[in-house]
């Protein structure tokens, strides 16, 4: 805390670089202190949750409790609060009813002539996968390449 300060937790301006640096040397070392025993740890994540839950209340602007217990995730220890959005979210990803516009190239693949065989001038196939050209060769005695 700073010496010019009156009360916990309230300052003046924002805290330097410095001060910063050995508040997480302190906890750096209050964790390695309390690692291998289990109540020292659960007494750190109490401490930890409940200032996470101050700040965020602070910071949100709540000053009293929520009408139906406190909304969490997780397994109700985490002090992790879920909000309601403010206003319409969102989705991720292109809308379903979005129409786009097709490049140059799509759009000249969509004008391109149909291929028609040469065997029955029909569109769609050639004519080594022509029907008709078989049957012929078939009726014929003939076989027909592959």
């Not at 659960?42 to 009408?67: I, K, Y």
């Not at 379903?96 to 190239?105: L, P, V």
Request: with cysteine.
């Amino acid at each position: 805390m700073r010496s010019g300060d009156s009360q916990a937790g309230t300052s003046s301006s924002r805290t330097t670089p410095l001060e910063q640096w050995n508040l997480r040397a302190k906890l750096a070392k209050v964790y390695e202190d309390g690692k291998d025993d289990p109540n020292d740890m659960a007494t750190l994540e109490e401490f930890c949750d409940q200032f996470s839950t101050n700040v965020s209340l602070r910071r949100t602007g709540h000053t009293g409790t929520f009408p139906f217990g406190t909304p969490s995730l997780g397994d109700g220890n985490s002090g992790q609060f879920v909000r309601d959005p403010v206003g319409p979210v969102k989705t991720k990803g292109r809308p379903k009813n979005a129409t786009r516009i097709k490049s140059g190239i799509e759009t000249s693949n969509d004008n391109r002539r149909k291929r028609s065989c040469s065997y029955c001038e029909e569109v769609g196939h050639i004519s080594t996968r022509c029907a008709k050209r078989r049957l012929h060769a078939q009726s014929q005695g003939d076989s027909v390449d592959q």
